[in-house]
């Protein structure tokens, strides 16, 4: 990777950032809005239950 390419944002970060927060929402998350499912692991696509995976 050419540093030059990406000098504008080593120079926008160079002295930090403006303080700011994120935000994200789950598909899980969203799904159990959706459906009304106050489980969210009756919703999930792949759920990791103990026992479940025989070594």
């Known amino acids: 990777m050419d540093p030059v ?3 504008w ?3 926008l970060r160079r002295y930090g950032t ?3 927060a994120g935000f994200g929402l789950g598909f ?3 799904l159990m ?7 969210i692991r ?10 479940n995976a025989k070594f």
């Open 28 to 30: 899980e998350r969203l």
């Open 18 to 20: 403006v303080p700011h």
């Open 33 to 39: 809005y959706i459906t009304g499912i106050e489980n």
């Open 42 to 51: 009756d919703v999930q696509l792949c759920p990791r239950v103990p026992g």
């Open 5 to 7: 390419t990406n000098s």
């Open 9 to 11: 944002y080593a120079d």
